[in-house]
């Protein structure tokens, strides 16, 4: 695999991306189209149980409440790598990562210690009409992944006099559940719309957690934006490795200047990629968060359909791997929310300079 020489990182974040590709080639690469074909199978439990062992189920949780205790560019080192083999596994870690971090600023461990116990994992819910109203939830969310019998979600509700947030668990009264048979992306991880109906929360965060949703926030456009950057990577080792065995009209196509165009706007994806996730992670902003979340993810679906072209008519095929790639990286498009709606937001953002 051709590597670009000037991505240099330092040694604390070469050696976890080291361990985490060593975790995606040896975990996730072998079953990667089994995963792609079916929910809540022992296979994805596997990957699950090796990627708890590796501390990926509680990165960003303290040590002192039982986790890794690490940073966020530490678990978008992990989610790109682990991406570049399943972006729906990436994603169904994501998720579960990011539905913790409340429960760090509100100190309970009991609560960690619970979700992190084993599966199922557990999700977020970003979208839709929610309402936290008496104790109870009303409403509904689309899009949501990770959900199983026993899934806890964190809801993100609107109020009257803010946003706020409450945990609720999958089977219990008032949780319903309809299941999407066929996503077009992320098929790992189980894909549901939840109907609430005055479901009572396992635990709430009322309107002074403002920064914890703003961190759960962060996490996810960060960690989406690094599985988009998983994308590009992976679009880019296809499709470079195909141009170089496929002839036409007499000669290799990697010497067609067309070819070697598509496949040199991956590298600058690529790179931009992790150069701007890397500065976003080192701001509290949210503004750079959205920003490195709408490149990252642009440029995925743009490695991804010049790497369907660059395999001409085999580029739809399943067998080539390119046409799920083109499916994983519109999710990252389209979560946590609408790119429209969070231009908007971002447009708000700089006029009141928050």
């Not at 104790?135 to 990770?146: D, K, L």
């Not at 150069?275 to 490195?292: Q, W």
Request: glycine share 10%.
């Amino acid at each position: 695999m051709i590597g670009v020489p000037w991505a240099k990182e330092s040694k604390q974040y070469a050696v976890l991306r080291s361990n985490a590709l060593n975790f995606a080639a040896s975990e996730l690469a072998p079953m990667a189209d089994d995963l792609e074909n079916t929910v809540d199978s022992p296979l994805f439990w596997k990957a699950v149980e090796k990627a708890g062992e590796m501390g990926m189920l509680a990165a960003l949780v303290p040590e002192q409440l039982g986790g890794e205790g690490v940073d966020l560019y530490s678990l978008c080192v992990a989610l790109e790598e682990s991406a570049v083999e399943c972006a729906g596994f990436a994603a169904a870690l994501l998720f579960h990562n990011a539905a913790l971090v409340p429960l760090v600023y509100s100190d309970r461990k009991d609560l960690v210690e619970e979700f992190t116990g084993g599966k199922p994992l557990c999700t977020v819910a970003t979208a839709g009409e929610l309402a936290l109203e008496e104790g109870r939830v009303r409403g509904s969310a689309p899009f949501v992944f990770n959900v199983l019998e026993g899934t806890v979600a964190l809801l993100f509700a609107a109020a009257g006099d803010g946003r706020t947030a409450a945990y609720v668990k999958m089977g219990t009264e008032g949780v319903e559940t309809r299941v999407d048979p066929y996503p077009l992306g992320w098929r790992v991880s189980n894909f549901a719309t939840l109907e609430m109906k005055d479901a009572r929360p396992v635990f709430v965060l009322d309107k002074s957690g403002k920064e914890a949703l703003a961190a759960t926030e962060r996490t996810l456009y960060l960690g989406l934006a690094a599985i988009a950057n998983g994308i590009v990577r992976k679009a880019f080792q296809k499709a470079y490795d195909y141009a170089r065995q496929r002839y036409q009209a007499g000669k290799i196509i990697i010497e067609h200047q067309a070819m070697r165009l598509m496949l040199a706007r991956m590298l600058c994806a690529m790179e931009e990629g992790r150069a701007v996730i890397r500065r976003a992670c080192g701001s509290e902003e949210l503004g750079p968060a959205i920003i490195a979340w709408r490149r990252a993810g642009a440029n995925a679906c743009q490695a991804a359909m010049d790497g369907v072209q660059i395999h001409g008519g085999y580029g739809y095929m399943r067998d080539y791997g390119m046409e799920r790639l083109m499916r994983d990286a519109k999710y990252c498009q389209m979560f946590p929310r609408p790119e429209e709606e969070q231009l908007l937001r971002l447009l708000d953002m700089a006029e009141s300079g928050s």
